[in-house]
């Protein structure tokens, strides 16, 4: 078994009971980008998340941005499934990031009842849940664990 693969059934175990392909860690995320180009990481945070807070760093060819919900008000992105489809294919292995691990987890779900059926949430997300000062970064996710992204 190759180490995608490997990634892959620990993920869909990790996952068992989800209304989706299964559940990665910041760290899997990254080496399934870096070991197949056809691993697709869309982050469903806003615009503006994005622009204040960071992106990840990963090649413009595996990464796309689709909002969940909407900046500002937070209303539900109505495009949300047409804009799926621009950036990853049903075939693809797609990847979905949001802050902290909960926008990541409905948009797999609805990925996969859109047809995709390897969508993965991505635990944790970018910035990981508040510590107890509040601050995030600190606890878990993609900063956290020390994977490229570029700052606001």
């Known amino acids: 078994m190759s180490p995608t693969e490997e990634i892959l059934a620990a993920a869909r175990n990790r996952g068992a009971g989800q209304p989706y392909a299964g559940a990665v860690t ?7 980008l870096q ?25 413009d060819t595996q990464h796309g941005a689709v909002q969940w919900s909407l900046y500002p008000g937070g209303a539900p992105n109505p495009d949300f499934a047409a804009q799926l489809q621009q950036v990853a294919g049903q075939d693809d292995v797609v990847l979905f990031l949001c802050r902290s691990g ?14 995709y059926p390897n969508a ?3 635990l ?28 606001a």
Request: proline share 6%.
């Open 26 to 32: 910041p760290q899997e995320a990254y080496a399934l």
């Open 35 to 59: 070991a197949d180009p056809k691993v697709k990481l869309v982050d469903v945070r806003t615009n503006a998340e994005r622009d204040w807070v960071g992106r990840v760093a990963v090649p």
């Open 102 to 115: 909960v926008r990541s987890r409905h948009a797999a779900r609805v990925a996969t009842e859109l047809g």
């Open 120 to 122: 993965f949430d991505i």
């Open 124 to 151: 944790e997300g970018f910035e990981g849940d508040r510590d107890p000062d509040g601050h995030r970064k600190t606890v878990g996710g993609w900063c956290k664990a020390g994977l490229p992204w570029v700052g």
